[in-house]
């Protein structure tokens, strides 16, 4: 049969098998085939280019070869749904193979979705019960996807692209490894539980949104800027999985709990990268080291765990305003810079050579007094860099201690650090009532200006220097109501007219000595 009047409505309505080919020819949009209840419509030659309406009533069936529409759309027991593809009638599938659209209107299109080609496109309302699967790394499609998507998308390498936010159902998520260009929508899963075991890329992801607790068996990389929200939730990496971040890209963590991170599992690719954590708790299963890139923390930070976290960057990290780095019980927080020794020397701008580890101690930045670092029975220890902080505040809770490594150079700045010999730089020292700080080995270097600066809340707050440790007082440090206490053994070394002031008990032989820096 042929139909040749391109803007003539033409309904038929059909019971029983009809047959059609090649030669079957819809030139009008306006056309429609109507198959009624128990109703066959037969394919028996492909059939292309279809610009029409195909309406199927329950119980109607259509079979055999494929059907491409050209911008139509097909009726399925009240759902629609508009094509620009094909349609398998014998596998009840759709497929897409480069430059094609599928938008579904309402209801459940049971058909499956195969994806191949360049730049096919997804629109409306994706009410599909089997997965979306992509065919390679050569294929990509465009999401405008209304509501949850209630299947899974197969990546096999493929590409996919947000133009709208994209919500999963509660155990919906991606397969297979591919790219994720989330064009800075919103990925949003849903309520239970799930692990990912595929290599995911992504590229500008604002935000990924948890609503569950999440198992990271595989990599995860962030390109561009990119946010996880967990909304208090776990991002566990148990399983082998780690987080990368991008050559200068930046990733902001918020609201999640961590748990077992280790080694080098959550990792910046170079100087310009940046991790940004806000309200996590963080919990290691094993030692961890921060090797490249900057930490912003926006929040309060809790490292958990018995083991060690090393800063070992050569980049400034900031503690912003309101934000804290809680070093919790059991926990070790070891500063530790490292960088090529070939680029030890530099130069200010008078040509002044200058050690560069001179600006490695101000790695760890505070932006001012809210900004803080609490050790709550927990232990610091500082390498021979040195570690100063300025501006912000140093908290003590419970027993906890510092250590340090010096270098044998008499006259440089080392050990902990806190203050800079100026009242603006003055970093906030605080002792809980029954706490105790102890300098277990290496130098507690005071250069702090203010009175103001140094708080003992009671009697039973104390700061311990043990046989090996040293206090180092370059300005003059009242320890008000609380008590210093020097062990057989300790050290304590003052600058000139400065002094320890306040209530100090001397249990043993202490060395005494005079700082010049």
Same mark, same amino acid.
């Given at each position: 049969m042929?139909?040749?009047?391109?803007?003539?409505l033409i309904?038929?309505?059909c019971?029983?098998?009809i047959?059609?080919?090649?030669?079957?020819?819809?030139?009008?949009?306006?056309n429609?085939? $109507?198959?009624?209840?128990?109703?066959?419509f037969i !394919?028996g030659?492909e059939?292309?280019?279809f610009?029409?309406?195909?309406?199927?009533?329950p119980?109607?069936?259509?079979s055999?070869? =494929?059907?491409?529409?050209?911008?139509?759309?097909?009726e399925d =027991?009240?759902n629609?749904?508009s094509?620009?593809c094909?349609?398998?009638?014998?596998?009840?599938?759709v497929?897409?193979?480069?430059e094609?659209?599928?938008k579904?209107?309402?209801?459940n299109i049971l058909?499956?979705l195969n !994806?191949s080609?360049?730049?096919?496109?997804?629109?409306?309302?994706?009410?599909i019960n089997?997965d979306?699967e992509?065919?390679?790394?050569n294929t990509?499609?465009t999401c405008v996807?209304?509501?949850c998507?209630p299947?899974?998308?197969v990546?096999n390498?493929?590409?996919?692209?947000?133009?709208?936010?994209?919500?999963f159902?509660d155990?919906?998520?991606f397969?297979g490894?591919?790219?994720?260009k989330?064009n800075k $929508? @919103?990925?949003?899963?849903?309520?239970?539980?799930?692990?990912?075991?595929?290599p995911?890329?992504?590229d500008?992801?604002?935000d990924?949104?948890?609503n569950s607790n999440?198992?990271?068996?595989?990599?995860?990389?962030?390109?561009?800027?990119?946010?996880?929200?967990?909304h208090?939730k776990?991002?566990d990496?148990a399983?082998?999985?780690?987080?990368?971040?991008e050559?200068?890209?930046s990733?902001l963590?918020?609201?999640l709990?961590l748990?077992?991170v280790s080694?080098n599992?959550?990792?910046?690719l170079?100087?310009c990268?940046?991790l940004s954590?806000?309200?996590?708790?963080?919990?290691?299963?094993?030692n961890?080291s921060?090797t490249?890139g900057?930490?912003?923390?926006?929040d309060k930070?809790?490292?958990k765990?018995?083991?060690?976290f090393?800063?070992q960057?050569?980049?400034?990290?900031? !503690?912003w305003?309101?934000g804290?780095?809680? !070093?919790? $019980?059991?926990?070790?927080f070891s500063f530790?810079?490292i960088?090529n020794s070939n680029?030890?020397?530099?130069?200010?701008?008078?040509?002044?050579a200058i050690?560069?580890?001179d600006w490695?101690?101000d790695f760890l930045?505070f932006?001012?007094?809210?900004a803080a670092?609490e050790?709550?029975g927990?232990?610091l220890?500082v390498t021979s860099?040195?570690l100063?902080?300025?501006?912000?505040?140093?908290?003590?809770?419970e @027993?906890s201690?510092i250590?340090?490594e010096?270098?044998g150079d008499f006259h440089?700045?080392e050990?902990?650090i806190l203050?800079?010999n100026?009242?603006?730089?003055d970093?906030?020292?605080?002792?809980?009532?029954?706490a105790?700080?102890e300098v277990t080995?290496?130098?507690?270097s005071?250069?702090?200006?203010?009175s103001t600066?140094?708080?003992m809340f009671?009697?039973q707050?104390?700061?311990?220097?043990?046989?090996?440790?040293?206090l180092?007082?370059h300005?003059?440090?009242?320890v008000?109501?609380?008590?210093a206490?020097f062990?057989?053994g300790?050290r304590?070394?003052?600058?000139?007219g @400065?002094?320890?002031e306040?209530?100090v008990h001397?249990?043993?032989?202490v060395?005494?000595?005079?700082?010049? =820096?």
């Open positions: 042929k139909f040749f009047k391109r803007f003539l309904s038929l309505l019971q029983g098998p047959y059609c080919s090649s030669d079957f020819n819809f030139s009008g949009r306006s429609i085939i $109507r198959l009624q209840s128990g109703s066959n !394919v030659t059939l292309t280019g610009n029409g309406k195909l309406i199927k009533d119980n109607a069936t259509i055999g070869s =494929n059907i491409t529409f050209d911008q139509g759309s097909i =027991n009240g629609k749904f094509l620009n094909q349609f398998n009638p014998g596998s009840n599938q497929v897409l193979d480069g094609k659209t599928f579904g209107k309402r209801g058909s499956s !994806v080609g360049l730049n096919n496109r997804l629109e409306g309302q994706i009410q089997s979306i992509l065919q390679d790394q990509s499609v996807v209304q509501g998507v299947c899974n998308f990546l390498g493929g590409t996919l692209f947000l133009e709208e936010d994209l919500k159902v155990d919906k998520f397969s490894s591919g790219v994720l989330l $929508r @919103k990925l949003r899963l849903g309520s239970r539980e799930l692990t990912c075991s595929s995911l890329y992504f500008e992801a604002q990924i949104e948890l999440f198992h990271l068996a595989e990599t995860w990389t962030f390109s561009g800027e990119s946010v996880i929200e967990g208090g776990i991002l990496f399983d082998a999985g780690e987080i990368v971040i050559r200068g890209s990733l963590m918020r609201g709990v748990e077992n080694e599992n959550i990792k910046c170079d100087c990268s940046t954590l806000q309200n996590v708790t963080w919990i290691q299963s094993g961890y921060f490249i900057a930490i912003e923390v926006v930070l809790c490292l765990g018995n083991s060690t090393a800063y960057s050569a980049q400034t990290s900031t !503690v305003a309101n804290k780095i809680v !070093v919790d $019980r059991g926990m070790t530790d810079p960088y680029y030890s020397l530099t130069h200010d701008i008078a040509g002044t050690n560069r580890w490695a101690r930045c932006e001012d007094g809210t670092l050790l709550k927990s232990t220890h860099t040195g100063k902080i300025k501006k912000g505040t140093f908290r003590v809770r @027993k201690y250590t340090s010096l270098d440089i700045e050990g902990f203050g800079n100026s009242s603006s730089d970093a906030r020292c605080e002792i809980d009532g029954g105790i700080l080995s290496g130098a507690f005071y250069k702090n200006m203010q600066s140094w708080l009671n009697d707050s104390k700061l311990s220097i043990a046989n090996g440790g040293k180092k007082l300005q003059t440090l009242d008000g109501d609380g008590i206490s062990a057989d300790g304590l070394a003052r600058a000139s @400065k002094s320890l306040g209530s001397i249990l043993g032989s060395y005494y000595e005079i700082c010049y =820096n």
